[in-house]
């Protein structure tokens, strides 16, 4: 290849650029035009069976043009992200669903906070009449807020619980003399705090189900995205929660409680944990950050974007998922010995140690896929 073709070559990339742009602008401005249409005819922004649809259609148009299944979805899920942004500005109002016989009543206790907005949005968007309980009482919000628990129970077909998980037993509680004929689900990061309350309201015969979605408030698309339900004891209640979260790109997964806790110590706990001891190790250096980023590699960028996510989020809620799980002591423990392990083969100078360890820690990765 000679340096005029070179040259040619780019100027067909810069060409199919802008045309990739213009295309991304013509989207948006369709986008824009949908979701004038949602504002004026009373419907949800978000519409997770669209997205689902969407995607699914570009993993197949990615086999057929020869492009990696990744690379396509990702673009996608791009576009779909901020296509939902512009609607969300055009449809800044008071949304009124026009409800038929199939949509319920939802009652969203602790509907002032982050992840109850988000349950209370999610149900909106298939059509479900929302009602919050919060103990803001003046509270801004664009859903009505009830009085008390007790006339929330009496309207509601399903109850969601999105309380901090210091609360959430206590609201069991008053469910269990409440007595209310709705489907309660909880969303709590932990489950041992709230277990017994749990099985109380199940020994009484309230229909309670536990579920946790594995991800954080501000999420707009739902694929690839973890939904863990507790499968204890009703097999209705499951497949009611598997048939809600169907209609999305979500994964569901499946637990019984008693594992929960435990597999979350790591997925959760663990995860937390080493993020903010890097972060604070980073502050307790005589290095300013700044410093650091002026000759920052892949991996540190890769780490502190991570790292900045932890520390952007609920610090009450980080410090529950920490303080509240009993299995916190253990993996803490582990921590540590793992930690003075590498620190002797280093120190002693034990490089086939330290490589054995590195390769078997790889073969554990790479024997999950």
């Known amino acids: 290849m000679n340096e005029k073709r070179l040259g040619e070559l780019r100027d067909r990339i810069r060409d199919i650029d802008e045309e990739i742009l213009k295309l991304t602008s013509e989207r948006m401005t369709i986008c824009r035009e949908v979701g004038l249409y949602k504002k004026d005819h009373n419907l949800p922004v978000k519409n997770y069976r669209v997205e689902k649809e969407i995607l699914e259609r570009t993993k197949e148009l990615a086999h057929k043009f020869g492009i990696m299944p990744e690379l396509a979805q990702r673009l996608m899920k791009d576009l779909i992200h901020y296509s939902v942004v512009e609607q969300e500005e055009i449809k800044s109002t008071k949304m009124s669903s026009v409800y038929s016989e199939s949509h319920r009543n939802v009652l969203v206790i602790g509907g002032g906070g982050n992840m109850g907005l988000w349950m209370s949005q999610f149900f909106e968007t298939f059509g479900h009449q929302i009602k919050i309980l919060d103990r803001n009482q003046q509270l801004s919000s664009r859903f009505e807020q009830v009085s008390d628990l007790a006339s929330g ?13 210091k609360t959430a037993a206590d609201i069991i509680q008053d469910l269990v003399r409440l007595k209310p004929k709705a489907t309660i689900i909880e969303i709590c990061s932990l489950k041992s705090p709230i277990e017994q309350s ?6 009484q015969g309230l229909s309670l189900i536990s579920i946790h979605p594995m ?3 501000d999420t707009k698309l739902l694929a690839g995205k973890n939904i863990v339900i507790c499968n204890d004891e009703n097999p209705e209640l499951v497949s009611m929660m598997r048939q809600i979260f169907s209609m999305t790109s979500a994964n569901i997964i499946e637990i019984p409680l008693s594992q929960h806790d435990p597999l979350m110590s ?18 307790r250096s005589a290095i300013s950050y700044s410093d650091l980023q002026k000759i920052a590699g892949t991996t ?3 780490q502190m974007s991570v ?3 932890v520390l952007l989020e609920n610090q009450d809620l980080y410090f529950d998922i920490q303080s509240l799980n009993a299995e916190t ?3 803490i423990d ?3 010995k793992a930690s003075q392990e590498m620190q002797s083969q280093i120190i002693e100078n034990r490089r086939q140690e330290f490589k054995t360890q590195m390769a078997e820690s790889l073969k554990y990765l790479i024997d999950s896929e």
């Open 153 to 165: 129970c009496d309207w509601a077909d399903f109850i969601v619980i999105a309380t901090p998980m």
């Open 198 to 203: 749990i099985q109380t309201a199940k020994r």
């Open 215 to 217: 991800f954080g408030p």
């Open 266 to 283: 790591y997925v959760l706990g663990s995860a937390h944990f080493i993020n903010l001891v890097y972060a604070r190790l980073l502050k």
């Open 300 to 302: 540190f960028e890769k």
């Open 307 to 309: 790292t900045s996510d």
């Open 329 to 331: 002591d253990a993996l």
């Open 334 to 336: 582990d921590f540590v």
